[in-house]
C-alpha cells in the first residue's frame, strides 16, 4: 500500500437496525422541514394524526397510542394549545382525567399534513418501485410486531 490508513467498517454500521436508524432520522428531518411550512415542529404530527382519527381521546390513550410518557404529551398538548390546534376539556365520567378536541385550526391541518407526507414518502422511496415499497411496508410492520411493547 502506498502509506494510506485503510478505515475498517465498525460491525455496528453493517447492521440492518443501523441503516434503518439512519434512514429513519433522514426522513424525519425531511417531514420536519416540511412540516414547519405549516407550523408545527416534529412529533406534534403524530397527536393531531390520532385525533383525526379518533378526536376527544384521553390524555393517557394518547401517551398509550404514541408510545410516550403522559408527561411528554401533556408537554405536546400545552404546544398544540397554545397555537390553537386543539383543546382540553375534562372527561364528563371521570373527573380525574381530560380529553384532547381538534378545534377548527387543527381540523383545517389535515390536507397540509397528508400532503406533506405523501411529498416526503415520495423523497424517501423514489429508488423502489412499487412491489418494494409494499414488501418494505409489510417487513417494517412484522419489525414493528417484534418489539411488542417496546415501540418507542
Same mark, same amino acid.
Given at each position: 500500500?502506498?502509506?494510506?490508513?485503510v478505515?475498517?467498517?465498525h460491525p455496528?454500521?453493517?447492521?440492518?437496525g443501523?441503516?434503518?436508524?439512519k434512514?429513519?432520522?433522514?426522513h424525519?428531518g425531511s417531514?420536519?422541514?416540511?412540516?414547519?411550512e405549516v407550523?408545527?415542529?416534529?412529533?406534534q404530527d403524530?397527536?393531531l394524526i390520532e385525533l383525526?382519527?379518533?378526536d376527544?381521546?384521553r390524555?393517557?390513550?394518547?401517551a398509550?397510542r404514541?408510545?410516550v410518557?403522559?408527561?411528554t404529551?401533556?408537554?405536546?398538548?400545552?404546544r398544540l394549545e397554545d397555537?390553537?390546534?386543539v383543546?382540553? &376539556?375534562?372527561?364528563? $365520567?371521570?373527573? !380525574?382525567? #381530560?380529553r384532547?378536541?381538534l378545534?377548527?385550526?387543527? *381540523?383545517? +391541518?389535515?390536507d397540509?399534513?397528508l400532503? &406533506?407526507w405523501e411529498? $416526503?414518502?415520495? !423523497?424517501? #422511496?423514489?429508488a423502489?418501485?412499487?412491489?418494494e415499497? *409494499?414488501? +418494505?411496508?409489510k417487513?417494517?410492520?412484522?419489525a414493528r410486531a417484534g418489539?411488542?411493547?417496546h415501540r418507542?
Open positions: 500500500m502506498n502509506g494510506e490508513k478505515e475498517e467498517i455496528i454500521k453493517r447492521t440492518t443501523f441503516a434503518l436508524a434512514v429513519c432520522k433522514a424525519r417531514v420536519g422541514g416540511m412540516l414547519a407550523g408545527l415542529h416534529v412529533g403524530m397527536v383525526w382519527q379518533n376527544g381521546l390524555g393517557g390513550e394518547l398509550c404514541l408510545g410518557e403522559p408527561p404529551v401533556t408537554k405536546m398538548l400545552r397555537s390553537g390546534l383543546e382540553r &376539556r375534562p372527561d364528563p $365520567a371521570d373527573a !380525574r382525567s #381530560f384532547v378536541y378545534t377548527d385550526g387543527g *381540523r383545517a +391541518l389535515e397540509p399534513v400532503g &406533506r411529498r $416526503a414518502e415520495e !423523497r424517501t #422511496f423514489a423502489l418501485d412499487p412491489y415499497r *409494499r414488501e +418494505l411496508g417487513l417494517l410492520t412484522k418489539l411488542g411493547t418507542n
